[in-house]
């Protein structure tokens, strides 16, 4: 007696609850190429792996020390995922990791991201990777790995998260902040915008003006606000790092979520103050979401960088003014490190000059 051919099953597919492997597999093929491309010295083996290996010695370290950071970009999130515009948050995660290494003195060696998504679009996942690996190569950092997570019911279709986590390495003896005194100088680099914190405001604002992301950008001619709200964080590593190398930097701030007053405070020693009293140029942005969103200069000031993304603390200025511009950046000095009034007082900011967010 012969059998006849069993039927095909009918049973319950990972697939029938809303997890495509086969798109998880599609994702890594058209990604590998982006992340290939950030390879650098001391990068070993490429995207599969159950882990990562890096050799430091490979990179040209001799008494390293490993410094670590992790971010992610925010709601900044939602109007990407509102415009449908995925290709520049990935730069942002990655500056919004690798910037906080540098200020320690790190140099920035390899990079794992983390993208968490209801049903996985390819398409949308393989532009916000590419977004990493562009911010990676810029950065001088590998894309080791990541992780995609598929999870039905946890996300809405077409919404995702993401989160970055780097590495990076300086030796012993250069990590920051180290030697800051009064005296020295603070100097500011511009961001490119509003970058990757309070973004909540920013869509708050936007709605009660019952505006649209695909309405005109007043603040940016030939722009949408989508467009102009999703210019990427700006990345400094090349620029902080050459400053550091040349031995022209004590310290360095990363002005993120807290503003000037949140961050800048934290890379002094007590018994030290900020104290900015030079003005610097604010972009047109923060002035439209100030007059836009009626939103007082204090809380300008706490939410956004409101157009310096980082600021140095360096003891010789004019070399350092001429390296940074040798490096294409437009610094301005912003003010000095001060004496506080009293020597065991906690690191503050005196802010005695501020931005005019009214004026044209």
């Known amino acids: 007696m012969t059998s006849s051919p069993r039927p095909p099953s009918s049973g319950l597919t990972y697939r029938d609850s809303g997890v495509d492997i086969e798109a998880g597999e599609a994702l890594v093929d058209a990604i590998r190429p982006a992340a290939k491309a950030t390879d650098r010295p001391g990068t070993m083996g490429g995207l599969g792996g159950f882990g990562a290996l890096f050799d430091l010695k490979a990179a040209g370290f001799k008494d390293p020390v490993l410094v670590s950071c992790t971010d992610g970009v925010g709601t900044k999130l939602t109007l990407a995922i509102e415009t449908d515009l995925h290709e520049t948050v990935g730069v942002d995660l990655v500056a919004m990791c690798v910037n906080d290494l540098i200020v320690q003195g790190a140099e920035p060696l390899f990079f794992l991201d ?13 532009k916000v990777v590419r977004g990493i690996a562009q911010g990676c190569e810029q ?27 780097s590495v990076g390495a300086a030796e012993r003896h250069a990590l920051l902040p180290a030697g800051i005194v009064a005296g020295d100088t603070l100097i500011s680099l511009p961001s490119s915008g509003v970058h990757s914190n309070g973004f909540s405001l920013v869509r708050r604002i936007v709605a009660d003006a019952h505006l649209a992301w695909t309405d005109p950008a007043a603040f940016a001619p030939g722009q949408t606000l989508g467009e102009a709200f999703l210019t990427p964080t700006r990345l400094y590593v090349q620029s902080v790092l050459a400053l550091h190398r040349a031995g022209l930097l004590h310290g360095a701030a990363h002005i993120t979520g807290g503003g000037l007053p949140g961050n800048l405070p934290r890379v002094l020693p007590e018994g030290l103050d900020a104290v900015i009293d030079q003005p610097w140029p604010v972009a047109p942005v923060f002035k439209w979401l100030a007059r836009t969103g009626n939103v007082d200069d204090e809380e300008m000031l706490r939410v956004f960088n409101c157009g310096i993304g980082m600021v140095l603390v360096t003891p010789e200025p004019d070399q350092a003014l001429d390296l940074l511009r040798e490096m294409g950046e437009t610094p301005t000095v912003i003010g000095r490190v001060a004496n506080a009034a009293t020597a065991l007082s906690k690191p503050g900011l005196q802010m005695l000059a501020t931005p005019d967010f009214r004026a044209a």
């Open 114 to 126: 983390y993208f968490a998504t209801g049903r996985l679009s390819v398409a949308s996942a393989a």
């Open 139 to 165: 950065s001088g950092c590998a894309l080791v790995g990541g992780e995609t997570a598929e999870m039905p019911g946890m996300y809405a279709d077409g919404h995702y998260d993401l989160a970055g986590f």
